[in-house]
């Protein structure tokens, strides 16, 4: 053969092979060893950042949003126990639903899991449009609680994360809120349930299932919550606790979502117990 051509394929070769490894097999120290998991992520680990990307870059967060309308509900007079009416917009929002009827009555407490589990938008709306005078105030309520959060880099237009002009967050600003939703205890008992049952007004019994399919499947995960819509992808917040250690996962707009969450958990707890095991309540990397 010319070695001139010999020299070519050579070089071809050990870029096909260079490439194959390095998806194959995460660099456990680089900071992105994931480039194909997702349009933006971040992995941290006892409360330091191990790998990442595209962290501040603003995206359509999807039902992300959802852990701050809980927030936001839990934060003001929150009556549990309180019948909240469906309204017909309601029972019709764009799926996912978990099948309330227009004027049936749902308890408020009922509305929570369904929105937080199943990320049931009727549920949502129930809760939102019962909360205040328009969707609009609720939102104005939201960017007030996200800013006191240090979402800097956020903004927020719909209650339930339906795409929106000036919706949008970043993969920094969703940890400060991960971390905030799941230190409520009402969200994280919640967030860990597999599955659910409510009863509305009507007497229908409404049974449903947590839409994180790493609950039951992946050794440690107790939430937190996914999302999905055309313009933001499949996301997922993803917390896991193992052997002392804590990781936190953000993805937006994942390729292969469940797949890559199992992996890049998986491979953060190996680097973790390589390591001194932290306090789970330790948190050094702030999301900034």
């Known amino acids: 053969m010319n ?3 010999l020299l070519r394929a050579l070089a071809i070769a050990l870029l096909f092979a260079a490439t194959g490894a390095a998806h194959a097999t995460p660099r456990p120290y680089s900071h992105d060893p994931y480039p194909r998991a997702a349009a933006a992520y971040a992995a941290v680990v006892d409360g330091e950042l191990l790998w990442g990307r595209n962290l501040d870059v603003r995206r359509a967060p999807a039902s992300l949003t959802k ?3 809980a927030l936001v509900l839990l934060d003001a007079d929150w009556q549990p126990d309180a019948l909240l009416p469906v309204s017909h917009s309601a029972a019709h929002a764009a799926r996912a639903r978990v099948g309330l009827r227009t004027g049936e009555l749902v308890r408020a407490q009922d509305a929570l899991t369904a929105m937080l589990m199943h990320s049931a938008n009727d549920a949502c709306l129930a809760l939102a449009e019962s909360a205040a005078s328009s969707l609009e105030a609720f939102a104005a309520r939201m960017n007030e609680r996200a800013e006191r959060l240090g979402m800097r880099d956020s903004h927020f237009v719909h209650p339930c994360g339906f795409d929106a002009d000036g919706q ?3 993969v920094n600003d969703l940890l400060r809120l991960a971390r905030a939703a799941h230190a409520d205890p009402r969200i994280a008992q919640i967030v860990a ?3 659910a049952t409510i009863d509305t007004s009507s007497g229908r019994q409404l049974a449903f299932r947590n839409t ?3 609950l039951g499947h992946l050794d440690g995960v107790v939430g937190l919550k996914t ?3 055309a313009q933001a992808g499949r996301c997922l917040i993803a917390v896991a606790e193992q052997s002392g250690h804590r990781v936190w996962l953000v993805l937006l707009d994942a390729h292969h979502r469940w797949g890559a969450a199992h992996r890049i958990i998986s491979d953060a707890f190996a680097v973790a117990a390589r390591s001194t095991p932290a306090p789970l309540s330790t948190v050094i ?3 900034g």
Do not use: A, D, I, R
């Open 285 to 287: 990397y702030t999301g």
């Open 193 to 195: 349930q597999e599955q």
């Open 227 to 229: 999302g999905y819509t």
């Open 3 to 5: 070695p001139s051509k």
């Open 168 to 170: 949008y967050s970043t």
């Open 212 to 214: 994180n399919q790493l």
């Open 67 to 69: 852990l701050l309308t």
